[in-house]
């Protein structure tokens, strides 16, 4: 192989190194899907932009079961871009089947056709109609490499220019390595999510425990929180955080008396002054830590009005941080529709009213911001949505 190849090689795996190093470094904080993981590897190998690789590759994973079920297809697309598609294996489940068994005793496959005997129409038939449709293209040679994450799979590259090499196996190896390597992470950290989430949610349970019917309270806020944050055009990962963040509103209440909480009249002077502490307490309760941000600016923000007359801090508009301002009308909504020790439920267009025409407590303009109210009416028939649906699966309960 020249030295031009050779360095062709080389660079291809350092950027695979370097992506595998940038990826641990921000692990804790970074949110990822296999399918962007796939993506930014395969970058780094594909051909193009005077960059040596092959014109196609094909990923299959094996299900825990052992049945290998599905696969991916990357192309270059115009030369530069890749291409992907999601493939089930439905007629080429076996051919992907052998290959991982192959590849359980060979490290690395390099074959071309030119090394075959065959001419190139014969070396097709070694692959099923569908890979070659796949491809897109006469199949001249390709490299294989098992995966060894969690699932294990292989991964195929077809089409080299020239001969595919040895040296673009050695590629290929860091490129199953980085992507075994990443998806294996990719799952822990899922799991991880799992479990942080489920704390939360626990947390937020017990928080609420003295009042009854706040478990469904703080769902549905969740729920509120996140359709409201979606339809103003905020991030997918942002939509995601306050949707579990949103039930930690109340998680101060923990330090207020049960008397308090479940006073069936007007609280006196010197109770709704340790009521309106709530906030404070919970935002000591979720402390510092990054992965709590929102929860926390949930937690001291949601009883701020837009026009400086809320509690605790007294602060206005935009001073107010973002996810307080949201759950503040998820909060308020599912208030005046949730029946209370010191009131009934109101009906869906009842609280819609109010949000239009305010009442003795709720003054629409001076206390929403007036975009999330503004959207709040464009999407109020998702918010009865929510709110009947998990009053149903209640109901339904045993």
């Known amino acids: ?27 804790c904080c970074r949110k990822f899907t296999d399918e962007e993981l796939y993506v930014e590897a395969l970058e780094k190998v594909l051909g193009g932009k005077g960059r040596r690789g092959p014109a196609s590759i094909f990923i299959v994973s094996q299900e825990k079961d052992g049945d290998v079920c599905r696969g991916r297809v990357f192309h270059l697309k115009e030369g530069t871009m890749v291409e992907n598609t999601e493939v089930f294996l439905d007629t080429v489940s076996s051919y992907a089947a052998n290959l991982l068994k192959a590849e359980e005793q060979a490290d690395v496959t390099v074959s071309n056709w030119a090394d075959s005997g065959e001419t190139v129409a014969d070396y097709q038939s070694s692959f099923p109609d569908s890979v070659r449709n796949f491809v897109d293209a006469p199949i001249k040679n390709f490299v294989t490499h098992r995966i060894s994450g969690d699932p294990p799979g292989a991964i195929i590259a077809f089409n080299y220019p020239g001969k595919a090499t040895d040296y673009d196996g050695d590629v290929l190896r860091g490129l199953a390595v980085v992507i075994g390597s990443l998806v294996t992470l990719s799952s822990e950290v899922r799991e991880t999510e799992k479990a942080f989430i489920y704390t939360i949610e626990a947390l937020a349970r017990a928080c609420e425990a003295a009042e009854e019917h706040t478990g469904r309270h703080i769902l549905r806020v969740n729920r509120y929180a996140g359709t409201l944050a979606a339809n103003i055009g905020l991030s997918a990962e942002f939509v995601e955080t306050i949707s579990y963040s949103a039930q930690m509103h109340d998680v101060g209440k ?7 909480l479940l006073k069936p009249g007007e609280l006196t002077g010197e109770e709704m002054e340790l009521m309106k502490q709530h906030p404070v307490f919970g935002e000591k309760i979720l402390g510092d830590s990054p992965r709590l941000e929102i929860a926390r600016e949930v937690a001291i923000a949601h009883h701020e009005n837009w026009d400086g007359t809320g509690y605790p801090y007294g602060l206005k508009g935009e001073q107010i941080p973002l996810p307080g301002r949201i759950v503040k ?45 503004a959207t709040f009416f464009k999407i109020e028939h998702i918010f009865a949505k929510i709110y009947d649906s998990l009053e149903e699966n209640e109901e339904t309960k045993p």
């Not at 998820?330 to 949730?338: E, K, P, W």
């Not at 029946?339 to 009442?359: C, M, N, P, Q, W």
């Open 329 to 373: 009308i998820a909060d308020v909504y599912d208030a005046l529709r949730s029946k209370r020790s010191y009131k009934e439920t109101l009906s869906h267009a009842e609280a819609v009213r109010i949000f239009r025409e305010g009442d003795r407590r709720i003054d629409p303009p001076a206390h929403f911001d007036p975009v999330l109210l």
């Open 1 to 27: 192989m020249s030295e031009e190849l050779c360095e062709m090689s080389l660079q291809q795996t350092k950027e695979l190194l370097r992506l595998t190093d940038a990826t641990l470094q921000d692990i």
């Open 254 to 260: 923990i330090k207020v008396p049960v008397s308090i």
